[in-house]
């Protein structure tokens, strides 16, 4: 059964940090690039960053590069999203995705909170 569990969500004040997990299972993970989206209320879903499965760029959405981070760990089958100098902006739900030419996962989610 492929799952794509996020953990690391919450309320953070301003200027703060928070590092989100996402871990994978079911499927070859080493096969699949991995992303994080996002989605606020009322907007569309926007591609935050994106890892490939080997050999490769990292990329990120404009409005989070030098902020955000994302690494991933082939022997523990975990992607990871450090979020530096966090924005009321950034409030959304924060997706993991896994996408190969086999097929396309996501997780369900978790809150990310950005507010004094």
């Not at 992303?35 to 994106?50: C, I, M, N, T």
Request: with cysteine.
């Amino acid at each position: 059964q492929v799952q794509l569990v996020e953990s690391g969500g919450g309320l953070v004040q301003p200027g703060g940090s928070l590092r989100l997990s996402c871990a994978a299972s079911g499927f070859t993970f080493t096969a699949y690039a991995m992303s994080w989206y996002r989605q606020a209320p009322g907007k569309e879903r926007e591609l935050v960053a994106y890892i490939p499965n080997h050999v490769g760029s990292t990329n990120y959405a404009d409005s989070v590069k030098g902020r955000f981070t994302i690494s991933r760990d082939n022997v523990k089958n975990t992607v990871y999203l450090q979020m530096n100098n966090l924005e009321p902006e950034d409030t959304a739900v924060y997706l993991c995705n896994a996408n190969s030419w086999r097929a396309t996962y996501w997780g369900q989610g978790t809150q990310v909170t950005v507010s004094s």
